[in-house]
């Protein structure tokens, strides 16, 4: 089964920094990998998706994910954190091969706090 | 336009009682998912239906049951709560059974007591 691995349950960085949220996946098989954020009290919303093309994703917000086979790794990165970027952040994966419906599997999500 | 709603947002329950959240959708897809959040946000799916027709069915405990009238909706019925059931409910839709990408809903927040 497909899973995902996100290092680092709390995330600090101050205004203005790089924001750097880590992610591994575990497939035999390449996946498709997913970014999503959930601001409080909301539902999540898809920031950036890697379906097998451009190894380098841009998403909303100013953030983009480069997907890494060598590493098995779909870290997500901003080069400057605004204040409006505090939210929880989750990694998730599909596996291709699911019998013709998307399963996600969803990582236990980063929670990232933006310092003044 | 909300694309996905959830009603209600909070629901407060004593446990051993029966409860339902309803989930619409206005974006035409034909598939639809139930999650559950738990307290530590670990997100994972319980039920999705395809056009009125249940395709995912994860290992969850026989007192849910989703039902779809329309492909525009699923509801989530509840029987006999427990205190265990507490959590966050999200509701989501998606194109079709092969689309990559989710809209989710707001969210119905459980409180068994």
Redesign the interface.
């Known amino acids: 089964a497909q899973s995902v691995t996100q290092l680092g349950s709390h995330v600090s960085v101050s205004e203005g920094a790089l924001v750097l949220l880590r992610c591994n996946y575990s497939s035999s098989v390449p996946p498709?990998l997913?970014w999503y954020v959930q601001y409080p009290?909301?539902?999540?919303?898809?920031l950036l998706?890697y379906?097998s093309a451009a190894t380098l994703v841009k998403g909303i917000n100013g953030f983009e994910a480069e997907f890494k086979k060598s590493e098995t790794s779909f870290h997500l990165t901003k080069p400057s954190a605004h204040m409006s970027d505090a939210a929880?952040y989750?990694c998730a994966v599909?596996d291709p091969g699911s019998g013709?419906?998307?399963?996600?599997?969803?990582g236990?999500?980063t929670?990232l706090q933006v310092i003044p | 336009d909300t694309a996905?709603s959830q009603t209600p947002k909070y629901l407060v329950t004593q446990m051993g009682n029966d409860k339902s959240i309803k989930c619409e959708q206005n974006l035409g897809h034909d598939?639809m998912y139930w999650y559950k959040q738990d307290s530590?946000?670990?997100?994972?799916?319980m039920f999705?239906y395809?056009n009125k027709e249940l395709?995912?069915n994860e290992t969850v405990p026989n007192r849910f049951s989703p039902k779809s009238p329309d492909k525009a909706h699923l509801n989530l019925h509840i029987n006999s709560l427990e205190l265990g059931d507490s959590a966050v409910y999200?509701c989501?839709s998606?194109h079709d059974?092969?689309?990559?990408?989710?809209?989710?809903?707001?969210?119905t927040r459980l409180t068994v007591t």
């Open positions: 498709y997913f009290n909301q539902g999540l919303q898809l998706k379906t929880e989750f599909i013709g419906y998307q399963k996600v599997t969803f236990i999500g929670k | 996905v598939t530590k946000k670990f997100l994972k799916i999705s395809n395709i995912i999200f989501a998606s059974r092969v689309s990559y990408e989710q809209y989710f809903g707001p969210g």
